[in-house]
């Protein structure tokens, strides 16, 4: 039968939808039921540093290159990084990632950072002594975390 000789009926669009739309389910009221899930988590505070040393030589009056400082630290409030060093250390400092901090000639040790923030960083060392250290000089680093530890 060709579509000339086909009857046509035209029935509302509202009645040929009507039966997918009684299939299907609403996803509005089954999407939230009222439940949820919270997760949450504690892992344990990691705050370090090391060094990678430059080649091994004196400590001479100048400029002495260090090596390569790696921090690394999870604390939500931030960290310090101190550094160990004999006492009577006059107009000396160090440079850290190029700033200059200066050494506290009448203690035995220095903050060198005070970072208000996690961070992983990797920069330069250098100490500037104003002149040669009259014996060996012993020098070390400990970071330390700020706030709570986990």
């Not at 509302?12 to 299907?24: D, F, S």
């Not at 996690?118 to 060996?136: G, M, T, V, Y």
Request: net charge neutral; aromatic share 4%; with cysteine.
């Amino acid at each position: 039968m060709s579509m000339s000789g086909m009857k046509r009926y035209a029935l509302p669009l509202a009645l040929v939808l009507m039966p997918t739309a009684l299939l299907l389910p609403t996803t509005a009221a089954t999407a939230y039921d009222g439940a949820s899930i919270a997760v949450s988590g504690r892992v344990p505070t990691v705050c370090r540093v090391t060094m990678a040393a430059a080649p091994a030589h004196a400590i001479q009056a100048g400029a002495n290159d260090l090596g390569t400082i790696h921090e690394l630290c999870n604390s939500l409030a931030g960290y310090t990084v101190t550094l160990n060093h004999p006492a009577g250390l006059v107009n000396a400092w160090v440079e850290v990632g190029g700033v200059r901090v200066p050494l506290a000639s009448d203690r035995t040790h220095t903050v060198i950072v005070d970072n208000r923030a996690p961070a992983f960083r990797e920069r330069q060392l250098r100490l500037i002594l104003n002149q040669a250290p009259s014996e060996d000089m012993n020098l070390s680093l400990e970071a330390e975390p700020k706030g709570e530890v986990f």
